[in-house]
């Protein structure tokens, strides 16, 4: 997401007391090794959220307003007469910039009508309504949904050396196999995504991590 926000991902277990994560559709397992033994990345609040999405919207009103519709005219000239008269229609009604409006406006409204807690309480991807069609992708407060997150800006000790490598994050990316049944893909005789997660689980992560100075 703009503004260096991410998913939150997983706590799957740990491997030699290394903390292993996965993404939400489990197809990729990551390790992490932190010789400040803090996570880097800490959850972002619905305050933080809605006032980044705020921002984004008024960007755009920023821009539309300034410029007008902007139509592609060499794609416009490629549509059928029909389709290109009702583009041309709504740009001439500037509908982009109505729009844009009132999603601005609802946004507001809602960060507007959060108490303090809902503000601090993280962010979760999800929706206010059905019907709120111009509201932010946020779950309500107590209701499941993918976590936002962003970077621990205390993750590194400053006062260390440059040149010490403080954070070590190895990605494993299975691109067909769920980790949980780790198996050669019946459909192919692929067995990369096996010996991925093979290398994954036999390698001794504590004694790696003695590479980060400590």
């Not at 809605?50 to 519709?69: F, L, R, S, W, Y």
């Not at 509201?135 to 499941?144: I, K, R, S």
């Amino acid at each position: 997401m703009n503004g260096g926000f991410y998913y939150e991902r997983k706590p799957a277990g740990q491997l030699h007391g290394v903390p292993v994560y996965r993404n939400k559709i489990n197809s990729c397992e990551y390790i992490v090794l932190s010789s400040t033994g803090k996570i880097p990345w800490i959850p972002l609040t619905r305050e933080e959220y809605m006032t980044h999405c705020i921002g984004e919207i008024e960007k755009i009103v920023a821009e539309e307003t300034k410029n007008g519709p902007q139509i592609d005219k060499d794609a416009l000239a490629l549509l059928p007469p029909e389709d290109r008269a009702t583009l041309e229609k709504l740009a001439a009604d500037n509908v982009a910039l109505k729009l844009a409006k009132q999603r601005l406006k609802r946004h507001q409204e809602v960060l507007a009508q959060m108490s303090p807690q809902e503000r601090a309480a993280q962010a979760r991807y999800g929706h206010l309504g059905d019907e709120d069609l111009f509201g932010p992708e946020l779950a309500l407060v107590g209701q499941e949904g993918d976590g936002y997150i962003k970077a621990n800006p205390e993750w590194f000790d400053p006062s260390r050396p440059r040149s010490d490598l403080q954070l070590m994050i190895v990605k494993f990316d299975y691109s067909s196999m769920d980790p949980d049944h780790p198996a050669i893909n019946a459909r192919t005789g692929d067995a990369c995504d096996l010996r991925l997660w093979e290398t994954l689980h036999k390698l001794d992560w504590k004694a790696i991590s003695q590479a980060l100075p400590r």
